[in-house]
């Protein structure tokens, strides 16, 4: 592979990579495959999972810019008026900036905040949000940073809730299958819905999972 950009900081090294035989590009952390440009349906998918649920998606939070494959299947639909991504890599943004990667920053629906997606949903008011996408891992059971692990536990999500509208949607992708998150959502919001997604991944066929949540809280909007 060539190494296209190099970064990353105390969390460890973050790398952007052109593969010689398909020519993709592709993101890995610490070693870590995160997602590539040629296999993008699973980051599509998030979005129009969220963008079906929700009625009126116009004030929506992203947690992870990747490549900027959700965001940018977001922006599609004109109902949506605003995106709020967290990513909590600095170079990924940059690169975004300086023309590395296709950018969906300079949409002016769109701003973003370099930091950690817990930071950012705490920050926001309750009830200020339609819908919450989480996408900074492979999933619980496969994390880019051990931190991460939280993300996926219920005081986290219940956190999430809060900041929905009655109605409002939390919508989170996984590589792979995962009871207690399944278990965790359940129980924070009464119910979930498991939408497995089939991909094919570099020549392999793979089934990612994207686990949803609707709020009907007492407090929501």
Same mark, same amino acid.
């Given at each position: 592979?060539?190494?296209?950009?190099?970064?990353?900081?105390?969390?460890?090294?973050?790398?952007?990579?052109?593969?010689?035989? $398909? *020519?993709? %590009?592709?993101?890995?952390? /610490? !070693?870590?495959?995160?997602?590539?440009?040629? +296999?993008? #349906?699973?980051?599509?998918?998030?979005?129009?999972?969220?963008?079906?649920?929700?009625?009126?998606?116009?004030?929506?939070?992203?947690?992870?810019?990747?490549?900027?494959?959700?965001?940018?299947?977001?922006?599609?639909?004109?109902?949506?008026?605003?995106?709020?991504?967290?990513?909590?890599?600095?170079?990924?943004?940059?690169?975004?900036?300086?023309?590395?990667?296709?950018?969906?920053?300079?949409?002016?629906?769109?701003?973003?905040?370099?930091?950690?997606?817990?930071?950012?949903?705490?920050?926001?008011?309750?009830?200020?949000? $339609? *819908?919450? %996408?989480?996408?900074?891992? /492979? !999933?619980?059971?496969?994390?880019?940073?051990? +931190?991460? #692990?939280?993300?996926?536990?219920?005081?986290?999500?219940?956190?999430?809730?809060?900041?929905?509208?009655?109605?409002?949607?939390?919508?989170?992708?996984?590589?792979?299958?995962?009871?207690?998150?399944?278990?965790?959502?359940?129980?924070?919001?009464?119910?979930?819905?498991?939408?497995?997604?089939?991909?094919?991944?570099?020549?392999?066929?793979?089934?990612?999972?994207?686990?949803?949540?609707?709020?009907?809280?007492?407090?929501?909007?």
């Amino acid at each position: 592979m060539d190494e296209v950009a190099v970064g990353g900081g105390g969390r460890g090294e973050v790398v952007l990579r052109r593969r010689v035989g $398909d *020519g993709a %590009l592709e993101l890995r952390v /610490n !070693g870590v495959f995160v997602m590539d440009d040629l +296999e993008t #349906s699973s980051e599509e998918l998030l979005a129009l999972a969220a963008l079906e649920v929700v009625g009126e998606p116009s004030r929506l939070l992203v947690g992870g810019l990747g490549l900027g494959f959700t965001v940018r299947a977001l922006l599609r639909d004109e109902r949506v008026r605003e995106v709020l991504v967290a990513e909590i890599e600095p170079d990924l943004v940059q690169w975004m900036r300086d023309g590395l990667l296709p950018s969906v920053l300079d949409d002016p629906r769109v701003s973003v905040i370099v930091g950690d997606v817990r930071d950012v949903v705490m920050e926001q008011p309750n009830g200020a949000l $339609d *819908g919450i %996408l989480l996408d900074v891992d /492979n !999933g619980p059971d496969f994390l880019v940073y051990n +931190e991460n #692990s939280t993300l996926y536990e219920a005081s986290f999500l219940s956190v999430c809730r809060d900041k929905l509208q009655r109605g409002g949607v939390l919508t989170v992708w996984s590589s792979s299958s995962s009871q207690a998150l399944e278990t965790a959502m359940r129980s924070v919001f009464g119910g979930v819905e498991v939408k497995p997604v089939p991909v094919q991944l570099q020549a392999r066929d793979e089934l990612y999972y994207v686990y949803q949540g609707t709020s009907y809280a007492e407090g929501s909007s």
